[in-house]
């Protein structure tokens, strides 16, 4: 017997308010919606959080007042400037706005409607790239960047 690992699924108090906000704020698209749950081509999953507590035969309410900062999805996009700019413009509350990490991807991170958080960073060949406009050595990217040497070649066309 074998178990498939499917997706992640986020309760959310306002379907048509996070629906809004993947599909129009975060260009995600749609690929099937039941109404109470949706699901989204990019793998994961919403589901009305009232519906969700039925189909668990919960007698206590949710605690939806709860920071869910314990997880979050992930993104990847080469525009970050553009989507920081998108986001602000909707009045979405930052985590924290574009900053590097310790191994120099370039990410934010923010609240979806429900807080859940969600990270957007830039593809790790682009950082690889970076580095490499900037005069590191193969080796110097790979320890700087944690990437496999092997990685880095293959970005730079070395491989």
């Given at each position: ?9 986020l ?5 048509e308010?996070?629906?809004?906000f993947?599909?129009e704020?975060l260009?995600q ?5 039941h ?11 919403i ?5 969700y507590q039925?189909?668990l035969?919960?007698?206590?309410p ?13 993104f990847?996009?080469?525009d ?17 706005k574009i ?8 990410v ?6 429900d ?9 790790l060949?682009?950082?690889v ?5 900037q005069g590191?050595?193969?080796?110097e990217i790979?320890e700087r960047?944690s990437?496999p040497?092997?990685f ?6 070395q491989?």
């Amino acid at each position: 017997m074998a178990i498939n690992y499917i997706c992640p699924l986020l309760a959310v108090q306002d379907m048509e308010k996070s629906k809004k906000f993947y599909t129009e704020l975060l260009e995600q698209e749609l690929e099937i919606d039941h109404g109470a749950n949706v699901s989204f081509k990019a793998g994961f999953a919403i589901h009305d959080a009232r519906h969700y507590q039925e189909l668990l035969r919960e007698s206590s309410p949710i605690k939806t007042d709860v920071k869910k900062n314990f997880m979050e999805l992930y993104f990847e996009s080469d525009d970050l400037e553009g989507i920081q700019d998108k986001l602000e413009s909707d009045n979405v509350r930052f985590v924290h706005k574009i900053t590097e990490q310790p191994w120099g991807q370039r990410v934010m991170r923010f609240y979806d409607p429900d807080d859940y958080i969600i990270e957007v960073g830039e593809p790790l060949d682009i950082v690889v790239k970076r580095f490499a406009s900037q005069g590191l050595a193969i080796k110097e990217i790979s320890e700087r960047s944690s990437m496999p040497v092997e990685f880095v070649e293959m970005v730079l066309g070395q491989k």
